[in-house]
């Protein structure tokens, strides 16, 4: 039903799609990773006046550290759940539905578009009943925080590997190649597993 996303977005109102209602979520991670990452690699917490491009910062928004995050997660196929101490969590300070709408301090243009492979993903690897929601048996503000949860918990183990690549090379993240070495690694790794998943069993 995932690959129909299209026709679950209409399941709120007809006023309103549920990747509205997820838009307007912030996602939350655990606090310890603003300084071992977030705050490294991006301008996160820095005034939008501020020129920071001479303190060779990776990234812009602190949103985008957490997508990086999120697709290590999703490609690795790996979730950490997030503490369950609140005061251990901090939410990202900017919704959903703002994340990638302009163009970025570090001369990249605008990706909206990011935001409905996320949401796609999500509808994809979280365990919803979509009739029970069609029926009116779940509320949709239930479904949208099951996304929600779905995508934190991508992120978080994302984020504990992007800390463990800084522990080991401070510079791991400061390459042009950097993030995209890593997915290619992921892809061909899953890639294989499939390969392999589908390969005939031996008869002998």
Do not use: C, H
Not at 114 to 133: E, M, P
């Amino acid at each position: 039903m995932a690959e129909n996303y299209k026709d679950i977005e209409e399941f709120v109102k007809k006023d309103e799609k549920l990747i509205d209602l997820w838009g307007r979520r912030n996602p939350r991670f655990e606090k310890r990773y603003e300084q071992s990452v977030i705050r490294v690699i991006s301008d996160y917490g820095v005034g939008a006046s501020v020129n920071t491009g001479a303190k060779g910062k990776i990234l812009g928004a602190g949103y985008e550290p957490y997508i990086m995050a999120f697709f290590i997660g999703l490609y690795a196929n790996k979730k950490i759940p997030l503490s369950e101490d609140a005061s251990e969590l901090k939410g990202l300070g900017q919704p959903l539905q703002y994340w990638g709408n302009l163009d970025s301090k570090k001369f990249r243009k605008a990706y909206p578009n990011l935001r409905s492979y996320i949401f796609i993903a999500l509808v994809a690897k979280t365990d919803i009943d979509w009739i029970a929601l069609d029926k009116g048996v779940i509320e949709p503000g239930a479904v949208v925080t099951a996304l929600v949860n779905t995508m934190e918990e991508y992120a978080n183990y994302g984020f504990s590997v992007m800390e463990e690549k800084l522990n080991e090379n401070k510079g791991y993240f400061f390459s042009n190649r950097a993030f995209l070495d890593m997915f290619l690694q992921l892809t061909d790794k899953t890639a294989k597993d499939i390969e392999q998943d589908d390969s005939p069993e031996s008869i002998d």
